[in-house]
T-cell receptor, first 113, second 115 residues
Framework: AQSVTQLDSHVSVSEGTPVLLRCNYS??????LFWYVQHPNKGLQLLLK??????LVKGINGFEAEFKKSETSFHLTKPSAHMSDAAEYFC???????????FGKGTRLHILP | DGGITQSPKYLFRKEGQNVTLSCEQN?????MYWYRQDPGQGLRLIYY???????QKGDIAEGYSVSREKKESFPLTVTSAQKNPTAFYLC??????????????FGAGSRLTVL
């Protein structure tokens, strides 16, 4: 069985400071892991995807995530937050192409001026 | 532009009525999915379909029905048996290719409110 856990439901950071959104996963097999972003009343947009080619994955808008097998983590980071980063972020995972994708419950990121 | 179109964007329903949410994609994707989103609960899978004329129940299929008669279309019916249908519904699609789980492309969502 697999699961995805986002450790924080809300994160607040000041503009210009680093962002850290935490995600842990549980899987019996090597997973594919994703981060998606959702702005209010919109669909989800892919930020980045991990598929075992490289443990550090770079995504759009300056975000990146590192896959750490020993810690079963896939945390999302950005060196400097921008007001436009305020949104809800979802970590998700699956194993193979016919698997359903499992989503975490989301982390709402607030950017303080 | 290729993408997924969901309609209507907002829908109001009286208790006891069935409603159908439309999802159309022009991405030539094989697989399509319906998710329900409630505040603080993330996305929960209702139904998914890997190929035409075939679909599987997700985690919360009770009170919902789907069909997949065409590759580009995957409508979702919310029936009167769904006890708490007020939610934001998201349709997604993906290619079935390569190894590992596939990237999902999402529509803009449909917000259903039961009066």
């Amino acid at each position: 069985a697999q699961s995805v856990t986002q450790l924080d439901s809300h994160v607040s950071v000041s503009e210009g400071t680093p962002v850290l959104l935490r995600c842990n996963y549980s899987s019996s097999y090597s997973p594919s892991l994703f981060w998606y972003v959702q702005h209010p009343n919109k669909g989800l947009q892919l930020l980045l995807k991990y598929t075992s080619a490289a443990t550090l994955v770079k995504g759009i808008n300056g975000f990146e995530a590192e896959f750490k097998k020993s810690e079963t983590s896939f945390h999302l980071t950005k060196p400097s937050a921008h007001m436009s980063d305020a949104a809800e972020y979802f970590c998700a995972g699956g194993v193979n192409r016919d698997d359903k994708i499992i989503f975490g419950k989301g982390t709402r990121l607030h950017i303080l001026p | 532009d290729g993408g997924i179109t969901q309609s209507p964007k907002y829908l109001f329903r009286k208790e006891g009525q069935n409603v159908t949410l439309s999802c159309e994609q022009n991405l030539n994707h094989d697989a399509m999915y319906w998710y329900r989103q409630d505040p603080g609960q993330g996305l929960r899978l209702i139904y998914y379909s890997q190929i035409v004329n075939d679909f599987q129940k997700g985690d919360i299929a009770e009170g919902y029905s789907v069909s997949r008669e065409k590759k580009e279309s995957f409508p979702l019916t919310v029936t009167s048996a769904q006890k708490n249908p007020t939610a934001f519904y998201l349709c997604a699609s993906s290619m079935r290719s390569g190894s590992g789980a596939n990237v999902l492309t999402f529509g803009a969502g449909s917000r259903l409110t039961v009066l």
